[in-house]
Protein backbone atom coordinates (compact mmCIF):
# COMPACT_ATOMS: atom_id res chain seq x y z
CA UNK A 1 0.00 0.00 0.00
CA UNK A 2 1.38 3.54 -1.10
CA UNK A 3 0.25 6.56 1.26
CA UNK A 4 1.28 10.13 2.68
CA UNK A 5 2.28 9.36 6.02
CA UNK A 6 2.24 11.71 8.86
CA UNK A 7 3.75 9.49 11.59
CA UNK A 8 6.58 11.71 12.53
CA UNK A 9 4.58 12.94 15.63
CA UNK A 10 3.65 9.17 17.09
CA UNK A 11 4.64 8.72 20.55
CA UNK A 12 3.97 5.62 21.60
CA UNK A 13 6.59 3.78 23.32
CA UNK A 14 4.58 0.66 24.43
CA UNK A 15 3.59 -0.12 20.96
CA UNK A 16 6.64 -2.06 19.54
CA UNK A 17 5.38 -1.84 16.37
CA UNK A 18 7.35 -3.87 13.66
CA UNK A 19 9.00 -1.15 12.35
CA UNK A 20 10.78 -0.73 8.78
CA UNK A 21 13.94 -2.51 8.42
CA UNK A 22 16.20 -4.49 6.11
CA UNK A 23 15.66 -3.80 2.04
CA UNK A 24 12.14 -2.82 1.92
CA UNK A 25 12.65 1.56 1.39
CA UNK A 26 10.31 4.29 0.76
CA UNK A 27 11.03 7.38 -1.34
CA UNK A 28 10.03 10.03 1.64
CA UNK A 29 11.73 7.40 4.20
CA UNK A 30 14.34 9.87 5.51
CA UNK A 31 11.77 12.35 6.23
CA UNK A 32 9.85 10.12 9.41
CA UNK A 33 13.12 8.31 10.25
CA UNK A 34 12.08 5.14 12.17
CA UNK A 35 8.01 6.34 12.63
CA UNK A 36 6.88 4.41 9.59
CA UNK A 37 5.57 0.53 10.55
CA UNK A 38 6.27 -1.89 7.29
CA UNK A 39 3.27 -3.97 7.32
CA UNK A 40 -0.46 -2.84 8.99
CA UNK A 41 -3.12 -4.83 8.99
CA UNK A 42 -6.41 -3.55 7.02
CA UNK A 43 -9.26 -5.50 7.63
CA UNK A 44 -7.66 -8.55 8.33
CA UNK A 45 -4.61 -8.27 5.65
CA UNK A 46 -1.38 -7.62 6.48
CA UNK A 47 0.04 -5.38 3.50
CA UNK A 48 3.09 -3.74 3.03
CA UNK A 49 3.62 0.48 3.54
CA UNK A 50 5.70 2.75 1.08
CA UNK A 51 5.00 6.48 1.39
CA UNK A 52 5.22 8.45 -1.32
CA UNK A 53 4.57 12.47 -0.56
CA UNK A 54 1.87 12.93 -3.08
CA UNK A 55 -0.46 10.26 -2.24
CA UNK A 56 -3.96 10.60 -2.09
CA UNK A 57 -3.72 8.13 0.90
CA UNK A 58 -3.28 9.54 4.06
CA UNK A 59 -1.65 7.55 7.48
CA UNK A 60 -1.94 9.82 10.67
CA UNK A 61 -1.59 8.82 14.39
CA UNK A 62 -4.08 10.68 17.00
CA UNK A 63 -3.08 9.87 20.67
CA UNK A 64 -6.88 9.67 21.34
CA UNK A 65 -7.48 6.45 18.95
CA UNK A 66 -4.36 5.85 17.32
CA UNK A 67 -4.25 5.29 13.47
CA UNK A 68 -6.13 6.75 10.89
CA UNK A 69 -5.92 6.10 7.29
CA UNK A 70 -7.68 8.37 5.07
CA UNK A 71 -8.20 8.84 1.49
CA UNK A 72 -9.98 12.22 1.20
CA UNK A 73 -10.64 12.23 -2.98
CA UNK A 74 -12.51 8.81 -2.30
CA UNK A 75 -14.18 9.70 1.04
CA UNK A 76 -12.56 6.42 2.87
CA UNK A 77 -11.58 6.00 5.95
CA UNK A 78 -10.13 3.06 8.12
CA UNK A 79 -8.58 2.47 11.45
CA UNK A 80 -6.05 0.19 10.69
CA UNK A 81 -3.68 -1.99 13.11
CA UNK A 82 0.01 -2.10 14.35
CA UNK A 83 1.56 -5.47 14.05
CA UNK A 84 3.49 -5.55 17.32
CA UNK A 85 7.10 -6.97 16.15
CA UNK A 86 8.07 -10.47 17.94
CA UNK A 87 9.25 -10.45 21.00
CA UNK A 88 12.87 -12.35 20.51
CA UNK A 89 13.42 -8.82 18.12
CA UNK A 90 12.57 -6.91 21.26
CA UNK A 91 15.03 -8.54 23.79
CA UNK A 92 17.94 -10.20 21.84
CA UNK A 93 20.02 -7.76 19.94
CA UNK A 94 21.75 -10.47 17.68
CA UNK A 95 18.69 -11.64 16.06
CA UNK A 96 17.93 -8.02 14.71
CA UNK A 97 21.08 -8.35 12.73
CA UNK A 98 20.01 -11.63 11.71
CA UNK A 99 16.35 -11.88 10.73
CA UNK A 100 12.99 -9.80 9.94
CA UNK A 101 9.58 -9.97 10.67
CA UNK A 102 7.28 -10.11 6.97
CA UNK A 103 4.16 -10.46 6.90
CA UNK A 104 2.97 -10.66 10.42
CA UNK A 105 3.59 -14.75 10.80
CA UNK A 106 7.27 -14.97 8.27
CA UNK A 107 10.31 -14.77 10.51
CA UNK A 108 12.41 -14.24 7.54
CA UNK A 109 16.31 -14.64 6.27
CA UNK A 110 18.16 -12.46 4.21
CA UNK A 111 21.41 -13.85 3.14
CA UNK A 112 23.67 -12.96 1.26
CA UNK A 113 22.89 -9.01 1.54
CA UNK A 114 24.40 -8.06 -1.82
CA UNK A 115 23.63 -9.42 -5.50
CA UNK A 116 26.83 -9.46 -8.21
CA UNK A 117 24.45 -8.26 -10.75
CA UNK A 118 24.91 -4.67 -9.55
CA UNK A 119 28.97 -4.76 -9.92
CA UNK A 120 28.42 -4.12 -13.77
CA UNK A 121 25.00 -2.32 -13.43
CA UNK A 122 23.24 -5.19 -15.01
CA UNK A 123 20.43 -5.48 -11.64
CA UNK A 124 17.03 -5.64 -12.08
CA UNK A 125 15.35 -2.11 -12.92
CA UNK A 126 13.56 -2.03 -10.21
CA UNK A 127 15.69 -3.61 -7.20
CA UNK A 128 16.74 -1.07 -4.52
CA UNK A 129 19.34 -3.83 -2.93
CA UNK A 130 22.32 -1.96 -3.18
CA UNK A 131 20.97 1.37 -2.39
CA UNK A 132 18.99 0.17 1.01
CA UNK A 133 21.90 -2.23 1.79
CA UNK A 134 24.60 0.99 1.76
CA UNK A 135 22.05 2.48 4.05
CA UNK A 136 22.58 0.69 7.34
CA UNK A 137 25.32 -2.08 8.39
CA UNK A 138 23.27 -3.30 10.84
CA UNK A 139 22.19 -6.35 9.55
CA UNK A 140 24.85 -9.40 8.82
CA UNK A 141 26.29 -9.80 5.24
CA UNK A 142 26.19 -13.71 4.85
CA UNK A 143 23.91 -16.16 7.51
CA UNK A 144 25.48 -19.46 8.83
CA UNK A 145 22.82 -22.46 9.24
CA UNK A 146 24.29 -21.72 12.75
CA UNK A 147 22.67 -18.39 12.54
CA UNK A 148 19.65 -19.48 11.67
CA UNK A 149 19.17 -22.16 14.32
CA UNK A 150 19.55 -20.23 16.87
CA UNK A 151 17.04 -17.42 15.66
CA UNK A 152 14.47 -20.02 14.94
CA UNK A 153 15.21 -21.68 18.43
CA UNK A 154 14.87 -18.33 19.95
CA UNK A 155 12.07 -16.93 17.98
CA UNK A 156 10.13 -20.57 19.05
CA UNK A 157 10.80 -20.08 22.91
CA UNK A 158 9.82 -15.96 22.68
CA UNK A 159 7.05 -16.67 19.72
CA UNK A 160 6.01 -19.82 19.07
CA UNK A 161 2.15 -18.77 18.42
CA UNK A 162 3.46 -15.68 16.18
CA UNK A 163 5.09 -17.87 13.42
CA UNK A 164 3.51 -19.61 10.68
CA UNK A 165 6.51 -19.79 8.50
CA UNK A 166 10.24 -19.07 7.48
CA UNK A 167 11.69 -17.24 4.61
CA UNK A 168 14.75 -17.99 3.42
CA UNK A 169 16.03 -15.17 0.70
CA UNK A 170 18.33 -13.01 -0.63
CA UNK A 171 21.14 -11.58 -3.35
CA UNK A 172 22.76 -13.26 -5.98
CA UNK A 173 26.42 -14.36 -6.05
CA UNK A 174 28.00 -15.68 -9.14
CA UNK A 175 28.57 -18.82 -8.97
CA UNK A 176 24.82 -19.87 -8.50
CA UNK A 177 25.17 -23.81 -8.30
CA UNK A 178 27.14 -22.21 -5.20
CA UNK A 179 24.18 -19.52 -4.01
CA UNK A 180 21.59 -22.22 -4.72
CA UNK A 181 23.07 -24.75 -2.03
CA UNK A 182 23.70 -22.11 0.45
CA UNK A 183 20.12 -20.77 0.60
CA UNK A 184 19.52 -24.87 1.03
CA UNK A 185 21.71 -25.03 3.62
CA UNK A 186 19.88 -22.11 5.89
CA UNK A 187 16.33 -24.09 5.00
CA UNK A 188 18.13 -27.43 6.24
CA UNK A 189 18.95 -25.46 9.78
CA UNK A 190 15.57 -24.33 10.16
CA UNK A 191 14.27 -27.53 9.06
CA UNK A 192 16.36 -29.38 11.80
CA UNK A 193 15.46 -26.17 15.03
CA UNK A 194 11.54 -26.97 13.98
CA UNK A 195 11.77 -30.58 13.88
CA UNK A 196 14.02 -30.34 17.49
CA UNK A 197 11.16 -28.05 18.26
CA UNK A 198 8.05 -30.13 16.97
CA UNK A 199 7.40 -27.48 14.72
CA UNK A 200 7.51 -28.16 11.60
CA UNK A 201 4.22 -29.34 11.50
CA UNK A 202 2.61 -25.69 12.19
CA UNK A 203 5.49 -23.84 10.36
CA UNK A 204 6.43 -23.95 6.96
CA UNK A 205 9.62 -23.21 5.26
CA UNK A 206 9.67 -21.10 1.86
CA UNK A 207 13.14 -20.33 -0.32
CA UNK A 208 13.21 -17.27 -3.05
CA UNK A 209 16.56 -17.70 -4.92
CA UNK A 210 17.89 -17.88 -8.85
CA UNK A 211 18.05 -21.44 -10.22
CA UNK A 212 21.29 -22.85 -10.17
CA UNK A 213 22.73 -23.60 -13.26
CA UNK A 214 22.67 -27.64 -12.37
CA UNK A 215 19.21 -28.17 -12.11
CA UNK A 216 19.84 -31.81 -10.80
CA UNK A 217 20.49 -29.79 -7.49
CA UNK A 218 16.64 -29.16 -7.37
CA UNK A 219 16.49 -33.11 -6.73
CA UNK A 220 17.48 -32.06 -3.05
CA UNK A 221 14.74 -30.33 -2.22
CA UNK A 222 12.83 -33.93 -1.89
CA UNK A 223 14.26 -33.89 1.72
CA UNK A 224 12.22 -31.18 2.61
CA UNK A 225 8.36 -32.03 3.93
CA UNK A 226 6.03 -29.34 1.99
CA UNK A 227 8.73 -26.89 1.13
CA UNK A 228 7.59 -23.74 -1.54
CA UNK A 229 10.34 -22.09 -3.93
CA UNK A 230 10.15 -19.24 -6.31
CA UNK A 231 12.15 -19.07 -9.22
CA UNK A 232 11.03 -15.00 -10.13
CA UNK A 233 10.88 -14.07 -13.93
CA UNK A 234 9.79 -10.32 -12.75
CA UNK A 235 8.04 -9.83 -15.81
CA UNK A 236 6.25 -11.72 -18.39
CA UNK A 237 7.59 -11.33 -22.09
CA UNK A 238 10.90 -11.86 -23.40
CA UNK A 239 11.24 -7.51 -24.23
CA UNK A 240 10.26 -6.93 -21.11
CA UNK A 241 12.66 -9.90 -19.44
CA UNK A 242 15.59 -8.38 -21.08
CA UNK A 243 14.45 -4.28 -20.67
CA UNK A 244 13.71 -4.88 -16.83
CA UNK A 245 16.22 -7.99 -15.85
CA UNK A 246 19.40 -7.36 -17.86
CA UNK A 247 21.44 -9.24 -15.61
CA UNK A 248 19.42 -12.27 -15.57
CA UNK A 249 18.92 -12.52 -18.94
CA UNK A 250 21.82 -12.32 -19.89
CA UNK A 251 23.64 -14.82 -17.43
CA UNK A 252 20.65 -17.42 -17.14
CA UNK A 253 18.19 -16.19 -19.76
CA UNK A 254 14.29 -16.30 -19.38
CA UNK A 255 13.34 -19.37 -21.33
CA UNK A 256 15.84 -21.55 -19.08
CA UNK A 257 14.09 -20.10 -15.78
CA UNK A 258 10.77 -21.63 -17.42
CA UNK A 259 12.66 -24.86 -18.38
CA UNK A 260 14.07 -24.89 -14.17
CA UNK A 261 10.71 -23.52 -12.98
CA UNK A 262 9.23 -26.85 -14.94
CA UNK A 263 11.80 -29.24 -13.06
CA UNK A 264 11.23 -27.25 -9.84
CA UNK A 265 7.50 -27.97 -10.35
CA UNK A 266 8.30 -32.03 -10.81
CA UNK A 267 10.12 -32.33 -7.54
CA UNK A 268 8.29 -30.25 -4.91
CA UNK A 269 4.56 -30.89 -6.72
CA UNK A 270 2.23 -28.65 -8.87
CA UNK A 271 1.77 -24.99 -7.31
CA UNK A 272 4.16 -25.40 -4.66
CA UNK A 273 6.98 -24.15 -7.06
CA UNK A 274 6.48 -20.02 -7.48
CA UNK A 275 7.01 -17.25 -9.72
CA UNK A 276 6.51 -13.28 -9.18
CA UNK A 277 5.31 -10.83 -11.83
CA UNK A 278 5.24 -7.48 -10.88
CA UNK A 279 2.37 -5.65 -12.06
CA UNK A 280 3.10 -2.74 -13.50
CA UNK A 281 6.25 -3.21 -15.02
CA UNK A 282 4.32 -3.98 -18.46
CA UNK A 283 1.27 -3.92 -19.42
CA UNK A 284 -1.28 -5.77 -17.43
CA UNK A 285 -2.30 -7.78 -20.67
CA UNK A 286 0.71 -9.53 -20.41
CA UNK A 287 1.03 -9.70 -16.25
CA UNK A 288 -2.48 -12.04 -16.91
CA UNK A 289 -0.96 -13.54 -19.86
CA UNK A 290 2.10 -14.77 -17.73
CA UNK A 291 0.11 -15.76 -14.69
CA UNK A 292 -1.94 -17.81 -16.73
CA UNK A 293 0.64 -19.47 -18.23
CA UNK A 294 2.67 -19.95 -15.36
CA UNK A 295 -1.09 -21.59 -13.62
CA UNK A 296 -0.84 -23.94 -17.03
CA UNK A 297 2.24 -25.07 -16.22
CA UNK A 298 1.72 -25.87 -12.68
CA UNK A 299 3.35 -22.78 -11.23
CA UNK A 300 1.88 -20.64 -8.54
CA UNK A 301 2.33 -16.98 -10.47
CA UNK A 302 2.85 -14.25 -7.34
CA UNK A 303 1.45 -10.98 -8.38
CA UNK A 304 3.41 -8.09 -6.56
CA UNK A 305 2.61 -4.53 -7.23
CA UNK A 306 5.33 -2.53 -8.36
CA UNK A 307 6.36 0.06 -5.47
CA UNK A 308 8.93 2.86 -7.11
CA UNK A 309 12.14 3.39 -5.07
CA UNK A 310 14.89 6.13 -5.10
CA UNK A 311 17.81 3.32 -5.32
CA UNK A 312 16.31 1.59 -7.84
CA UNK A 313 17.51 1.87 -11.54
CA UNK A 314 13.89 3.10 -12.48
CA UNK A 315 13.82 5.58 -9.83
CA UNK A 316 10.66 7.03 -8.52
CA UNK A 317 9.01 6.46 -11.76
CA UNK A 318 5.28 6.15 -12.06
CA UNK A 319 3.37 3.44 -10.47
CA UNK A 320 0.69 1.43 -11.93
CA UNK A 321 -3.08 3.04 -11.86
CA UNK A 322 -6.02 2.04 -9.98
CA UNK A 323 -7.27 0.37 -13.67
CA UNK A 324 -4.27 -1.44 -14.28
CA UNK A 325 -3.89 -3.29 -10.90
CA UNK A 326 -7.99 -4.19 -11.02
CA UNK A 327 -7.16 -5.84 -14.77
CA UNK A 328 -4.85 -7.43 -13.08
CA UNK A 329 -6.66 -8.22 -9.51
CA UNK A 330 -9.36 -9.90 -11.83
CA UNK A 331 -7.53 -11.72 -13.99
CA UNK A 332 -5.94 -13.36 -10.89
CA UNK A 333 -9.22 -13.72 -9.24
CA UNK A 334 -10.16 -16.08 -11.86
CA UNK A 335 -7.04 -18.25 -12.04
CA UNK A 336 -7.88 -19.08 -8.33
CA UNK A 337 -11.08 -20.16 -9.11
CA UNK A 338 -10.08 -22.30 -11.00
CA UNK A 339 -7.01 -23.81 -9.89
CA UNK A 340 -5.57 -24.53 -6.77
CA UNK A 341 -3.10 -22.00 -6.42
CA UNK A 342 -0.95 -20.77 -3.41
CA UNK A 343 -0.02 -18.08 -2.43
CA UNK A 344 3.68 -17.45 -1.16
CA UNK A 345 2.59 -15.35 2.00
CA UNK A 346 -0.04 -16.91 4.18
CA UNK A 347 -2.66 -14.69 5.31
CA UNK A 348 -0.69 -11.43 3.74
CA UNK A 349 -0.91 -9.14 1.51
CA UNK A 350 2.43 -7.37 1.96
CA UNK A 351 3.02 -5.61 -1.47
CA UNK A 352 1.67 -8.73 -2.94
CA UNK A 353 -2.54 -9.62 -4.28
CA UNK A 354 -2.53 -13.21 -4.30
CA UNK A 355 -3.80 -13.20 -0.20
CA UNK A 356 -6.97 -11.36 -1.53
CA UNK A 357 -7.34 -13.29 -4.40
CA UNK A 358 -6.92 -16.44 -2.32
CA UNK A 359 -10.15 -15.27 -0.14
CA UNK A 360 -12.04 -13.91 -3.40
CA UNK A 361 -12.11 -10.60 -2.29
CA UNK A 362 -11.92 -9.71 -5.38
CA UNK A 363 -15.14 -11.03 -6.00
CA UNK A 364 -18.83 -9.01 -5.74
CA UNK A 365 -17.99 -5.96 -7.61
CA UNK A 366 -15.77 -4.84 -4.97
CA UNK A 367 -13.33 -2.75 -7.36
CA UNK A 368 -16.39 -1.84 -9.25
CA UNK A 369 -17.08 -0.18 -5.86
CA UNK A 370 -14.21 1.34 -4.43
CA UNK A 371 -13.74 2.89 -8.14
CA UNK A 372 -17.32 4.19 -7.97
CA UNK A 373 -16.38 6.02 -5.19
CA UNK A 374 -16.98 10.48 -5.05
Not at 197 to 219: G, K
Request: proline fraction near 5%.
Amino acid sequence: MEMDSSLSGINNPGAHFAARKNFYNTPIWSHFARAIPQELKIEGLVVGVNCYGTSPWHLGWQEETGLLLDNVDQGISLRPELIPDLNVFQGNARATRLANLYGGAALAFFSPRSCYFFADGSQCKFCSLAGTAAETQEFKNMLSEEDVRETVRATLQTDRHRIEQIMIVGGTVRELDRGFQHHLSLAKAALMELDAQSASETVSIHISTMPPRDLDLIEELKEFPDIEVMFNLEVWTEESFARICPGKDRDYGRSNILKALERLRDVIGPYRAHSLLVTGLESAEYTIEGATQLAGMGVSPIINVYHSDRHSALGLGPRPSFDELSHVAMGLQTLYDVLPLRPYWKQCGRNAIDAEAKRGLFHNGLLDTLQAQP
